[in-house]
Every structure is written in C-alpha cells, then in structure tokens.
C-alpha cells in the first residue's frame, strides 16, 4: 500500500524567554520551600501539618541531624533522620506530630546538625483551616505568598532573562491532499515543556493558526504526557472549507513551524490510495497499569466467516497479546489492559487484520496516576472501585474524573484525599511505631492520596491489609477541595470466594498478595477450574438482546458443583446510546428482578450509604442484589445468596437487552462452588 511520505519540519531555535525579575533567587543552601500550618481538618487528631524543603544547590545535601523547629509557643523540633540526602532540585515534604505549629503568628526554622539556622520563614499566620499554604512564589525565591497548598510538589520556577533554551517543535498532516466532508489530523511534537511568567507561572501554549481561502482558525492546547499534541480539522463546506491551499503554523515557546495542504472536490490523481474501510482505535491515548483499554473497530465490508484478528506489542517490539474477534454488524469490540508484574512502559502498537485490509493505533502506558467516562456537564465527582467487594490483603484500585477540570486553575496542584472507614462510620486507624516526646504510640488514620492528571482523571491502588480490614463493610470517601464522593465495598475471606476477576487470558490471582497462583485448564466448554474448588463459567460479547443463563447443578473431574454467583455487564461503546440501552433481569417465572419498570424488586443502583447489595426474597430464598442503576456506559449487576451456606436455585435466569438499533455487548459469568 503506497502513501505519499507525511510533511514533517523540524525546527531547532534558540529562543529566549524574558520575564520580570520576581525577588531574588537562592543558590548556596537548602531553604524551607513551603509550611502548611493549619491543613484541612482537625489538627489535634491527625498529624496533618507538613514543611516542604527544596535544594537549589548544585549538590547533594545529607541532612543527617537537622532539625526543623516551631520557634513560638509550642516550640516542637523535629530532628531527620540519619541518612537523608536531598538532591540538587529535589523537594521533600516532612511531617512529625500532631499540633505541630500554632495557627498564629508562628514562625519555622531549619537548622543544621551542629544547630546553626539554615533558613527561616517570615512570621506566618494560617487561620483558615484549608488546603492554603505558605510557600515561596518560585522555589527557592525570597518572595513569600499564601496560596493553594502543593506538598510535595514544585511552586514553579522562574526563567531568568539571560537563560536560552533549545526547543525543537515538529509538525505534520496526515496527507498532502484532501475531499470535502475529510478530516485532517494535525500533529507534532515539542522537546520539552515550557514554562512562562505571563504574569503567573503556567506551561506555554502551543498555538495553531490554520488559514486558507475565506478561513481562519486558531486553536490552543498543551502537549501530553509524552510531549505530543494533537488537533483535527473536519473539511466540510458549511464551516467555510472551500477549494484551495490551507496554511498550517504552529508557535511553542517563540518557535515556530508552517506545512500546508491542499482541499479539492475531487481526489487527485496521486500516489495515495483511499481510505481502507477497516479501522481500529482505543479509547484514549494515554493508560496506567491495570485500566481498562476498549478496543472497538470498524468494517463497511462484512467477510463472511472471517475474523479480525489482532496482536499488541509492548514498546520493546515484543508481542504480549493477540486475539480474534469476529462480528455481524460490521462493529468489533473487546475489553484488555496491560497487567504484567514488571511493566514496560511507553508506547504499544496494536495492529489489526482484516480479510485483506491492515489498521494499526497506539496508546502510551505511563507511570504517573484513570478513566472514568463522563458528562462533561456533570458538576459531580465520578468516583468508582474496581469491584464491590475483596479478599484480605487485596489491592483495591481507585479511580475517577473531576468535573469541568481546568489544569490552568490554580486547583490543578490539588491532591485528592482518600480517607477509609467502616460501614458504622468509625475511621480505619493503625498505631504508630514513632513516638514523640510527651505521648505514647498514636493512633495514625489509614488514609491515601490521588494527584489528577491534566484531564481530570485520577487513579490509585491502595492495599487493604487484613490487620485494618478485617472481613466486613467498609466506605471509602474522596476529598477533592471540597467536592466529596463515596463508595462502599466488603472483605471477604479468602476461602469464602474466589473469582476470576480478568477478562481473557492470563492468571489473575498472581496479582492478589499472598494469595497462591495457579494456573487453569479450559475445556471445549469454556469452563475454567482453580485449585481452590471454585469453577467459572463465562460468555463475552453477546449482542442478541435476549439471553436465557442456566444455573444448575454440574459435575466437574468427579466433584459435584453448584451455581453460587451469577454476575452479568453491558457495555454501550457510544455515549450517546447510554440512555436508550438498559439492562432487564427476568426470573423463570416471569418476576422482574432487576429492572426500570416500578414493578421490578430492584429499579436503581444498590450503592447507598451503608450498603452495597439489596436483599429481596425470590421463592422463599433470599437473594444479594448488586446493580450498577441504569443509564450508565457500562451496567453490572451481581445475584447472590445472602447465606453462604445457600446456591442459587436450579432455574433459567431470563436477560433482556432493551434497546432499538443501538449496538451493545453483554458478557456474563456463573461461578460454581465444590460440595464440601
């Protein structure tokens, strides 16, 4: 397949970048970069309070024996450990006790180990009792201000006026030549990320001019994590888009690149060839470790008994997945995600064939800490858990998008704060090994935190150690500024349940700790079986939009089994189609067990305060239901017995899929238990 080479220009400037002088800038000793005194919360129960210090020195720094000190009336000196070295540019918060510093009036050092002071703050007052903190303009600077805290993090730092910076902008088209009712994709990439006083410190903008005949249009964004940026151009007449030569200039830094294209209402005659009618493409471009990735593609040209078949390699070439995928509607679908023990981060390829036709697309897997798909008009966090519940010492993977997120916001430097508790409301506290002067060991809250991304989104994985989480119900609340969110979730003893949580191949349990890995047999039937008597029996991408699921007694290598949990998800790939696709579930007898109607035992998501599962009662027995609610991207739901002494009944459990045209996949799976 010929195409013609894309139009790349490579640039490399000296620009230089001048700005106003902002106080003077410290460069022979570590100085205190930030003081929160008074952080969001009570004081008094949690050590909260923190000082940040910066090295704006040439070298490393051991600050073995140095003591940070509250030089009022508490007068509480914290001394660092021995062995502490703090590298040039490197920032270290510290925190020590409760009540560090006063509120009022207070002012902290930092002195050597022979006692001499090193530096100290002005007198500093914090009376607000939130996420503000003290802390220098630009690291290391004399000027002081009181801002929106960033432990941990830089405050910025200011380009003097004789300081040149190589900045390398590249840019390009996907084609030279377009029709009407195309879409050109407009791409590059920068070396390095700038920063500018404008007249506050933020990231410089890459700006995109495209003209043309009768058409101007800018548009400004920031490059990604992996110094990429990306804008697309849809070239249809009622926007304006006419025949012609078009103009494309991009300016980053005081660097700029120019490459044009041209529109026709015809294809010219060139070396490119049209467009294959088969595609693929992911979801986003950016992952962590353990996300979801959707995989869809699309074929206008249906091969009948042919199937699409896909390999991904990791950033070193090698393959470390592959799969079939075949359809009806010309839509292909499927859910992976990268869950190696020792990741190799960068970028993955995923090609696709296709009867004849060949379609490729990337995704960058990063370090930094997910997807939560939403309504940009939502003004709600979106908050979810990996699963609703877990066994003893698992780790539960947290993740969620802020609403109309602003990363030029001084709010982009936020963290946010994730505190456990139990299902009565009593916080998740482990005793302290370290003891200060005048109090014993402490009660230290179990708490975690979350740094979004330039999106919005955020994700951690936190473990639950079975000496805080005992089995039982738990709640776990996000605090991002203010903008709360919750959810609930159980702990379940390891031999009280075992399921295979990933969908495809692999071994999920070598990610649960302690939990011993093994490997599993599959026969004709799809049936999965683990060395701890519990046997899984799934079926991935259904269309139809009836199912009829069986839960009956089986027998397995001589051993009886029965269904125990039966476990259900769609997905809706368009966002559009979300409200006009839902879930029905139907009992044998026809009684609406999980569905909108008002005569459903269960209309609406079972997650409340306290609770994760309705119980209902279903011919005589009663029943765990786990439902997501409707309206939703991807709706779950779960049906369980409520003694776990119980199976679910020998029966045919009834799904409906209610929708029109619109495309969906439903995946389910029965997990069986050995008869003891």
């Not at 195309?182 to 007249?199: A, D, L, N, R, Y």
């Not at 964004?221 to 151009?233: A, G, K, Q, R």
């Not at 470790?289 to 008994?305: H, M, R, S, V």
Request: net charge negative.
């Amino acid at each position: 397949m010929n195409r013609s080479p894309l139009l790349v220009i490579i640039a490399v400037l000296v620009t230089m970048i001048s700005v106003p002088a902002y106080g003077e800038l410290i460069t022979d000793h570590v100085v205190i970069n930030e003081v929160d005194t008074n952080p969001f919360g009570d004081d008094s129960l949690a050590i909260s309070e923190w000082v940040e210090l910066y090295n704006p020195t040439d070298s490393d720094v051991d600050l073995s024996g140095w003591q940070i000190a509250s030089t009022t009336v508490l007068k509480k000196t914290f001394t660092i450990p021995d062995g502490t070295i703090i590298s040039p540019e490197q920032i270290l918060p510290f925190t020590y006790t409760k009540v560090w510093f006063t509120d009022s009036s207070e002012s902290v050092e930092l002195r050597n180990s022979s006692g001499n002071v090193i530096d100290k703050t002005p007198e500093i007052t914090d009376l607000k009792n939130d996420f503000m903190s003290w802390q220098r303009s630009y690291d290391g600077h004399t000027d002081w201000e009181f801002s929106l805290g960033n432990a941990g993090g830089s405050n910025g730092k200011l380009m003097s006026s004789d300081n040149t910076s190589a900045v390398e902008v590249t840019l390009s088209t996907d084609k030279a030549n377009y029709v009407f009712d195309e879409t050109t994709i407009i791409q590059g990439t920068v070396s390095e990320k700038v920063f500018v006083e404008i007249p506050t410190f933020q990231a410089a903008v890459i700006s995109i001019t495209i003209s043309g005949p009768d058409f101007q249009q800018s548009v400004s964004l920031y490059p990604d994590y992996n110094l990429n940026y990306e804008t697309s151009l849809d070239l249809v007449q009622v926007m304006g888009i006419s025949e012609g030569t078009y103009d494309v200039t991009v300016t980053y830094a005081g660097v700029s690149e120019t490459t044009s294209f041209s529109v026709e209402s015809k294809m010219i005659e060139t070396t490119e060839t049209v467009d294959s009618v088969f595609k693929i493409g992911v979801d986003q471009n950016e992952y962590f470790l353990k996300q979801t990735i959707l995989l869809t593609g699309t074929t206008n040209e249906i091969i009948p008994y042919e199937s699409m078949k896909f390999t991904i390699l990791d950033p070193t070439g090698k393959q470390i997945d592959s799969g079939s995928l075949f359809t009806v509607d010309g839509e292909f679908d499927t859910i992976i995600s990268i869950n190696s023990a020792i990741p190799v981060f960068g970028e993955y390829i995923i090609t696709a064939e296709y009867g004849e036709h060949i379609s490729s697309t990337k995704f960058s897997l990063i370090e930094k800490t997910i997807e939560i798909v939403t309504d940009d008009s939502s003004n709600e966090m979106i908050f979810t858990l990996d699963d609703f519940q877990y066994v003893e010492n698992a780790y539960v993977k947290i993740s969620g998008i802020l609403p109309n997120f602003d990363p030029d916001s001084d709010i982009y430097y936020q963290v946010v704060y994730l505190n456990f508790y139990t299902s009565d409301g009593k916080p998740i506290a482990f005793t302290s090994a370290i003891m200060d002067n005048s109090a014993g060991a402490q009660q230290i809250l179990f708490t975690s935190t979350a740094v979004p991304d330039v999106y919005g989104n955020f994700a951690v994985d936190v473990r639950i150690p079975s000496v805080m989480f005992p089995v039982g119900d738990y709640i776990v609340k996000a605090n991002y500024g203010g903008l709360l969110a919750s959810e609930n979730f159980s702990v379940i003893s390891n031999e009280d349940f075992a399921i295979d949580k990933t969908l495809g191949d692999g071994n999920p349990n070598a990610s649960i700790p302690g939990k011993q890995s093994v490997s599993e047999e599959k026969d004709a039937g799809g049936y999965a079986v683990s060395s701890v008597k519990t046997m899984i029996e799934k079926t991935n991408r259904i269309s139809d939009s009836l199912i009829s699921i069986e839960t009956t007694d089986k027998i397995l290598e001589e051993q009886s089994v029965q269904p125990r949990v039966l476990s259900g998800s769609m997905i809706t790939p368009s966002k559009t189609d979300i409200s006009k696709v839902n879930l029905q579930v139907l009992s044998a007898s026809g009684i609406c067990i999980i569905g909108q109607n008002s005569d459903c035992l269960v209309s609406e998501s079972t997650r409340k305060p306290g609770q994760i599962f309705e119980v209902i009662q279903l011919d005589g027995m009663n029943l765990n239901v786990r439902y997501s609610g409707p309206d939703v991207r991807l709706e779950k739901f779960s049906i369980l017995p409520q003694s776990s002494e119980d199976f679910l009944p020998d029966t045919n459990w009834n799904v409906e899929v209610l929708k029109d045209s619109e495309i969906s996949r439903f995946y389910y799976k029965v997990t069986y238990k050995t008869i003891q």
